[in-house]
């Protein structure tokens, strides 16, 4: 069960990082504000997707008693960060958030994402 669940949990990130892409992609290539259906969609397709890596994460830390370098934890956290910042700051600063802003916030995901996947790989893990 270990080995499965941490298999599904790299092919969970590995598609979180594919679609943090394409949604960088495709905003980028935004030349007009408006944001259409299909790309809310996609986005909260990768969010979705988050919360399942986030959960199987959880699972294997909690369940499995799987180890992972302490850096990885705190990596993690940071995009949760983000995604709160872009969810309170239309409330905060009175005025929507442009594509521009949207581009920038997917292309840092997924290197926060990537960062985070990095650390899971260090195997010096503390002894206690």
């Known amino acids: 069960m270990e080995q499965i669940m941490g298999i599904a949990h790299g092919i969970l990130t590995a598609a979180l990082l594919a679609g943090y892409l394409w949604l960088f992609y495709r ?8 944001v259409i259906r299909l790309d809310r969609t996609l986005a909260q397709i990768v969010r979705f997707s988050l919360l399942l890596v986030y959960l199987s994460g959880l699972y294997m830390s909690v369940t499995l008693s799987r180890m992972v370098h302490p850096l990885h934890h705190i990596l993690s956290a940071l995009p949760v960060v983000v995604l709160l910042g872009i969810q309170f700051y239309p409330t905060l600063s ?3 958030m442009t594509i521009k802003a949207y581009t920038w916030t997917f292309i840092l995901m997924f290197f926060l994402i ?3 996947a990095i650390s899971s790989t260090l195997s010096d893990m503390p002894q206690f």
């Open 27 to 34: 905003f980028r290539r935004k030349t007009d504000e408006t």
């Open 94 to 96: 009175k005025k929507e």
């Open 114 to 116: 990537l960062l985070t």
